[in-house]
């Protein structure tokens, strides 16, 4: 292209008869040159570019990267991540959730309220017709949730108490966190991911969040008892008003206002986050209260919660999978799904009934401290325990498979004996 350039240039001097067929191939020429001008110089700016420059974009890509993960995260962890955070700003200054944002109307009333209205909206009554097809096995998970894990924990819990191994708030806190339901969200996903039967899981979900609401809190004061100058009508008349009431009213909404039920169902993402944060705010103004009372929760009793806690749960889980195996050895996914079933404990609606029954009570941090390290400590375990599961109730899946393949190909082959046998006695007669 260059010696085409400067060819023209050359004829410039020449006869004026040249000048019409000069004309085309000088336009062609500028416009190719014009083209290659800003690729070459692109070129050279790459060529002449320091590895300065390199390095740069690296680093930013990585940083890029190192973003999306820490994002990931967040979204994964996001109720834990919040609940620390909270705990943090609450021991940074208490006043805040103590005082200024009125915790015994905002917290106590409205944010309780409120979770437990968005509870009645999602609960799925209808499930529970399914519960009739499977009595024995809803009936095993019932009676461990409620029965053997606050039997459990109220005598480890009085076994530490009694030995000054930890205080007798964090005792009781350990009660009232075995006492409250399983999870409704949480058991159902891990059901599923490990393999196990989730049409069961959801029913006993729905099942026994509703009997917890009842059943829960005649528990925690049969274990524990009321503190102070409260009295159990006013524990109960609290109980109906906050927890039992929205529920009812969110089941009516449901059921006779269509439009509120598809607005719900349209927005449930977002109404999952309100309820978050309406977790994550009560528990702010708890431990506000809890740190304004007294001055702060020792590590070493944060710490013992994290050990015995863990402890507790894994001794409950070894001996719930062993029952399983005994009373539904040939149901495979009853038994996934009731090893989740029987442990699961739910934050949701534990922590609005501990504000609801312990309103006032200056240790009620102290009890709300069990059940957010039982929370996240059962949501890991399950996390670990799900594709473990999986594989193990496939693997079991494609033997009885290959056992049945087995005898159906055992069976022709009796069949064809038979047949031959009968063919050779007809020859012989």
């Given at each position: 292209?260059?010696?085409?350039?400067?060819?023209?240039?050359?004829?410039?001097?020449?006869?004026?008869?040249?000048?019409?067929?000069?004309?085309?191939?000088?336009?062609?020429?500028?416009?190719?040159?014009?083209?290659?001008?800003?690729?070459?110089?692109?070129?050279?700016?790459?060529?002449?570019?320091?590895?300065?420059?390199?390095?740069?974009?690296?680093?930013?890509?990585?940083?890029?990267?190192?973003?999306?993960?820490?994002?990931?995260?967040?979204?994964?962890?996001?109720?834990?991540?919040?609940?620390?955070?909270?705990?943090?700003?609450?021991?940074?200054?208490?006043?805040?959730?103590?005082?200024?944002?009125?915790?015994?109307?905002?917290?106590?009333?409205?944010?309780?309220?409120?979770?437990?209205?968005?509870?009645?909206?999602?609960?799925?009554?209808?499930?529970?017709?399914?519960?009739?097809?499977?009595?024995?096995?809803?009936?095993?998970?019932?009676?461990?949730?409620?029965?053997?894990?606050?039997?459990?924990?109220?005598g480890v819990s009085r076994l530490l108490a009694y030995y000054e191994i930890i205080n007798q708030d964090l005792a009781n806190g350990m009660v009232i966190a075995a006492s409250v339901p399983l999870t409704i969200n949480m058991s159902v996903v891990l059901t599923?991911?490990s393999g196990g039967d989730e049409a069961a899981a959801i029913c006993n979900s729905a099942l026994w969040n509703l009997v917890g609401v009842f059943l829960s809190p005649a528990l925690i004061l049969g274990y524990i008892g009321v503190k102070g100058k409260l009295?159990?009508?006013?524990?109960?008349?609290?109980?109906?008003?906050?927890?039992?009431?929205?529920?009812v009213v969110g089941q009516l909404l449901k059921w006779f206002v269509p439009p509120v039920n598809d607005f719900a169902k349209t927005y449930k993402p977002y109404f999952k986050k309100a309820q978050m944060y309406s977790l994550v705010f009560i528990v702010y103004?708890?431990?506000?209260?809890?740190?304004?009372?007294?001055?702060?929760?020792?590590?070493?009793?944060?710490?013992?919660?994290?050990?015995?806690?863990?402890?507790?749960?894994?001794?409950?889980?070894?001996?719930?999978?062993?029952?399983?195996?005994?009373?539904?050895?040939?149901?495979?996914?009853?038994?996934?799904?009731?090893?989740?079933?029987?442990?699961?404990?739910?934050?949701?609606?534990?922590?609005?009934?501990?504000?609801?029954?312990?309103?006032?009570?200056?240790?009620?941090?102290?009890?709300?401290?069990?059940?957010?390290?039982?929370?996240?400590?059962?949501?890991?375990?399950?996390?670990?325990?799900?594709?473990?599961?999986?594989?193990?109730?496939?693997?079991?899946?494609?033997?009885?498979?290959?056992?049945?393949?087995?005898?159906?190909?055992?069976?022709?082959?009796?069949?064809?004996?038979?047949?031959?046998?009968?063919?050779?006695?007809?020859?012989?007669?």
């Amino acid at each position: 292209m260059p010696s085409l350039i400067d060819k023209i240039i050359t004829n410039d001097d020449g006869d004026d008869d040249d000048d019409d067929t000069t004309a085309v191939p000088d336009d062609a020429a500028n416009e190719e040159a014009t083209k290659e001008e800003p690729e070459k110089a692109k070129a050279d700016e790459e060529d002449s570019s320091p590895d300065g420059d390199s390095d740069g974009g690296e680093s930013t890509t990585r940083l890029r990267k190192c973003g999306a993960c820490g994002k990931k995260f967040y979204v994964a962890n996001e109720f834990l991540i919040l609940i620390i955070l909270v705990i943090l700003l609450a021991r940074a200054y208490p006043p805040i959730g103590a005082i200024y944002l009125a915790p015994k109307i905002t917290a106590t009333w409205i944010a309780v309220m409120f979770i437990f209205l968005l509870a009645g909206l999602g609960l799925k009554t209808e499930e529970f017709s399914n519960a009739l097809q499977q009595v024995r096995f809803n009936f095993f998970v019932f009676f461990f949730n409620f029965g053997v894990d606050s039997a459990f924990v109220f005598g480890v819990s009085r076994l530490l108490a009694y030995y000054e191994i930890i205080n007798q708030d964090l005792a009781n806190g350990m009660v009232i966190a075995a006492s409250v339901p399983l999870t409704i969200n949480m058991s159902v996903v891990l059901t599923k991911a490990s393999g196990g039967d989730e049409a069961a899981a959801i029913c006993n979900s729905a099942l026994w969040n509703l009997v917890g609401v009842f059943l829960s809190p005649a528990l925690i004061l049969g274990y524990i008892g009321v503190k102070g100058k409260l009295s159990l009508f006013v524990v109960f008349y609290k109980l109906g008003i906050r927890v039992l009431f929205p529920i009812v009213v969110g089941q009516l909404l449901k059921w006779f206002v269509p439009p509120v039920n598809d607005f719900a169902k349209t927005y449930k993402p977002y109404f999952k986050k309100a309820q978050m944060y309406s977790l994550v705010f009560i528990v702010y103004t708890v431990f506000c209260r809890t740190f304004a009372e007294n001055e702060n929760i020792p590590v070493k009793d944060i710490f013992l919660m994290i050990l015995f806690i863990g402890i507790s749960l894994a001794i409950l889980m070894v001996v719930a999978w062993y029952l399983l195996q005994v009373f539904f050895r040939k149901e495979i996914k009853l038994r996934i799904c009731g090893l989740y079933g029987c442990t699961h404990k739910t934050v949701a609606m534990g922590i609005p009934l501990i504000n609801a029954i312990y309103d006032g009570d200056p240790a009620i941090g102290l009890y709300t401290l069990p059940l957010l390290i039982w929370h996240p400590m059962q949501l890991v375990v399950g996390t670990f325990l799900s594709p473990r599961l999986l594989a193990w109730s496939q693997s079991l899946e494609e033997e009885s498979q290959k056992e049945v393949e087995v005898g159906d190909i055992e069976a022709k082959k009796l069949e064809t004996d038979d047949t031959a046998s009968a063919i050779s006695a007809e020859i012989e007669v």
